[in-house]
T-cell receptor, first 120, second 112 residues
Framework: AQTVTQSQPEMSVQEAETVTLSCTYDTSESNYYLFWYKQPPSRQMILVIRQEAYKQQNATENRFSVNFQKAAKSFSLKISDSQLGDTAMYFCAFMKHNMYSGGGADGLTFGKGTHLIIQP | NAGVTQTPKFQVLKTGQSMTLQCAQDMNHEYMSWYRQDPGMGLRLIHYSVGAGITDQGEVPNGYNVSRSTTEDFPLRLLSAAPSQTSVYFC???????????FGPGTRLTVL
């Protein structure tokens, strides 16, 4: 079974600063996907960024980028020029993709989340 | 597109009652899944489906049933509600395994 660990329960930074959220995972799979989701107080789960493990290039989405280190099983999220609207819970998630058994992926495995607070 | 919709938004049940949480998507997604979110626990997978007529268990399936008779709908049934099932329930869908998962707004369920 896979596990996802987010070691920072809460972080607080000033507006416009850069912040990095940590995520490590444990798996024996070689082909998988990694995600970061944002959950604001509205509780809606919003996809921030997605990374395919076979791609070495780190994914980026505007102010959001990841540092994917496959050998270290690390997948950190960097938020540049942080904004008040970035205040939310952030969840790291893992999904395996076993291509040799009909694609059974067993869904997303989530970390426990990091509560990010952007201070004005 | 309405995306992923869930009903109801809130529900209070008494122990032993049964109910169905509804989930629908209009994006023609094959993959759908149900999660529950408890304080401090993140989200955990209950059941998932890779297409109409195909379902499988996730990490915490006990006390829940699912079926997938159409591509659009994936209802979650609580057979006999227990206080331990008090949680927020999310439905999600994606066009393929590993693709971006789109979540519904969630249902907050309280079992007394």
């Amino acid at each position: 079974a896979q596990t996802v660990t987010q070691s920072q329960p809460e972080m607080s930074v000033q507006e416009a600063e850069t912040v990095t959220l940590s995520c490590t995972y444990d798996t024996s799979e070689s082909n998988y996907y990694l995600f970061w989701y944002k959950q604001p107080p509205s509780r809606q789960m919003i996809l921030v960024i997605r990374q395919e493990a076979y791609k070495q290039q780190n994914a980026t989405e505007n102010r959001f980028s990841v540092n994917f280190q496959k050998a270290a099983k690390s997948f950190s999220l960097k938020i540049s020029d942080s904004q008040l609207g970035d205040t939310a819970m952030y969840f790291c998630a893992f999904m395996k993709h076993n291509m040799y058994s009909g694609g059974g992926a067993d869904g997303l495995t989530f970390g426990k989340g990091t509560h990010l607070i952007i201070q004005p | 597109n309405a995306g992923v919709t869930q009903t109801p938004k809130f529900q209070v049940l008494k122990t032993g009652q049964s109910m169905t949480l509804q989930c629908a998507q209009d994006m023609n997604h094959e993959y759908m899944s149900w999660y529950r979110q408890d304080p401090g626990m993140g989200l955990r997978l209950i059941h998932y489906s890779v297409g109409a007529g195909i379902t499988d268990q996730g990490e915490v399936p006990n006390g829940y049933n699912v079926s997938r008779s159409t591509t659009e709908d994936f209802p979650l049934r609580l057979l006999s509600a227990a206080p331990s099932q008090t949680s927020v329930y999310f439905c999600a869908s994606s066009y393929s395994i590993g693709g971006p998962q789109y979540f519904g707004p969630g249902t907050r369920l309280t079992v007394l």
